[in-house]
């Protein structure tokens, strides 16, 4: 490998002395050393991966002060859902209206679905993470105190797309927790479910919309993704959640049957089965004040992608606004007065 010899000593020459992470010193990331070396990942150039890592504090203060952890949905909303996201998710969608329409016919996801992903995590490209990401998962798989097992993994695959794709691991940005590109694909989801989608070889999440867009319809496909299918139904409930039913259980597939949650009180549509499975959605829009949904299939899909009630309400609630600019009637958004067999 040529480019390794080069690129180990253009890489040496810029590195600093940072030696947070250095497997001379560090026994943990020794370790990874010998695991990713035993996968045929080279050993000089892991060291000098390693080495290079830097310790960031704001790392680990960021994942504690996640906003799905703190904001009422109201809030969390706003972040979201402005005119502008929505208008540049329209243009987004007509500039690369012939990769979202083989996106939706290949996988069967809606091009304002995949654009909603987009535009809530980086604005279309626009904000895609200034965090190092090698500092980023070194900082979370040797200090997080609760997830440290699983941002290991994250930086062990994160260090083997980066040797295989010919890449300098300390040039490549995302987010405080090591999500990369245009949809922020944690590492472990790149080697997954990233595609090239316009066929030049590579699977380039960082600077290629296109392959953004089919990566985004892939993933939902490989996690179930139904076409077709409503993502949520808007229902009437009392003026606050009432107990008995187990509310914003997301990244869970729909358990509630609706027989059971029209007792608690919430105004299920008729064209729902008693036993059809539902998961059960309470949004605190202010302190007094309670908004009702229930998800369904596809709505639990995109939990998937971040395990977050708020999140998949965003998204879903963008794709709509998304939908609606563009004079789409969206049955597989809301089918609150549609059957899944009208919504399809």
């Known amino acids: ?13 810029t590195t600093g002395l940072a030696a947070d992470f250095d497997p001379q010193r560090h026994a943990e990331a020794a370790r990874l050393v010998e ?7 080279d050993r000089d150039w892991l060291q000098a991966a390693l080495g290079e890592a830097e310790f960031r504090q704001s790392v680990l203060d960021a994942m504690a002060g996640a906003a799905e952890r703190r904001l009422r949905w109201d809030e969390y909303r706003a972040i979201f859902l402005d005119a502008p996201r929505v208008a540049n998710g329209v243009a987004f969608i007509e500039t690369h209206e012939a990769a979202m329409a083989r996106a939706e016919a290949e996988f069967g996801v809606p091009p304002e679905v995949i654009a909603a992903i987009i535009g809530v995590e ?3 490209g626009g904000v895609t993470g200034n965090h190092r990401v090698l500092d980023s998962l070194a900082t979370l798989a040797f200090h997080h105190p609760g997830r440290g097992r699983f941002f290991r993994g994250e930086l062990a695959a994160f260090l083997e797309i ?3 794709e010919e890449r300098t691991p300390g040039s490549l940005t995302g987010s405080y927790a090591g999500a990369m590109g245009y949809p922020q694909f944690i590492p472990t989801s790149y080697r997954a479910y990233a595609v090239d989608f316009d066929g030049d070889g590579l699977r380039d999440l960082w600077t290629n919309p296109v ?3 089919g990566s985004v319809a892939n993933y939902f496909a490989e996690h179930g993704w139904r076409a077709g299918e409503p993502i949520y139904h808007e229902v009437e409930g009392p003026a606050s959640p009432p107990d008995g039913i187990d509310f914003n259980r997301a990244a869970r597939p729909p358990a509630v049957p609706a027989a059971e949650v029209a007792r608690a009180g919430l105004e ?6 008693d036993d059809h499975r539902l998961l059960p959605v309470a949004l605190e829009d202010s302190e007094e004040s309670w908004r009702y949904v229930l998800g369904e299939h596809n709505f639990y899909v995109i939990t998937r992608y971040n395990h977050s009630h708020l999140y998949a309400m965003a998204v879903t609630e963008l794709a709509e606004a998304i939908a609606e600019a563009r004079g789409l009637e969206a049955h597989w958004l809301d089918a609150t007065d549609t059957t899944p067999e009208e919504a399809s």
Do not use: H
């Not at 040529?2 to 020459?13: D, I, S, V």
């Not at 695991?35 to 990942?41: N, P, S, Y």
């Open 162 to 164: 980066a040797f295989e």
């Open 1 to 13: 490998m040529a480019w390794l010899a080069g690129g180990l000593l253009a890489w040496g020459a």
């Open 268 to 273: 299920v549509p008729d064209s729902l089965a």
């Open 35 to 41: 695991e990713l070396a035993e996968k045929g990942v």
């Open 211 to 213: 392959d953004a867009i």
């Open 122 to 124: 980086t604005r279309y």
